[in-house]
Nanobody
Framework: QVQLVESGGGLVQAGGSLRLSCAAS????????MGWFRQAPGKEREFVAA????????HYTDSVKGRFTISRDNAKNTVYLQMNSLKPEDTAVYYC????????????????WGQGTQVTVSS
């Protein structure tokens, strides 16, 4: 079993930056694909970014390309999401995920989910 705990969310002004962290415990996730999803109020959950176990393949949703960067430190069992040039439409609860399969934007491709961390971007 894998437990995922997100941190680093908060309130930031538009144009600002935040760095989300996701710490895994229970077992190593060094061989897992890791991802980030988000869900805004009244909207469906959407894919944000994912990274393969080696850190050599990344995938982003179009709306965050060039602004967000996903990375991982397998020695620390942690994945990160650096978010720059934040916009009010980035406001959402951000969820960390882990899966045994390949990088995918489908939520069904992930086996474990964190509880989420709130990101609020003010205009």
């Amino acid at each position: 079993q894998v437990q995922l705990v997100e941190s680093g969310g908060g309130l930031v002004q538009a144009g600002g930056s935040l760095r989300l962290s996701c710490a895994a415990s229970g077992r190593t996730v060094s061989t897992y694909t890791m991802g980030w999803f988000r869900q805004a109020p009244g909207k469906e959950r959407e894919f944000v970014a994912a990274i393969n176990w080696r850190g050599t393949v990344t995938h982003y949703t179009d709306s965050v390309k060039g602004r967000f960067t996903i990375s991982r430190d397998n020695a620390k069992n942690t994945v990160y999401l650096q978010m720059n040039s934040l916009k009010p439409e980035d406001t959402a609860v951000y969820y960390c995920t882990a899966g045994r399969g390949a990088v995918t934007s489908s939520g069904g491709g992930y086996d474990y989910w964190g509880q989420g961390t709130q990101v609020t971007v003010s205009s």
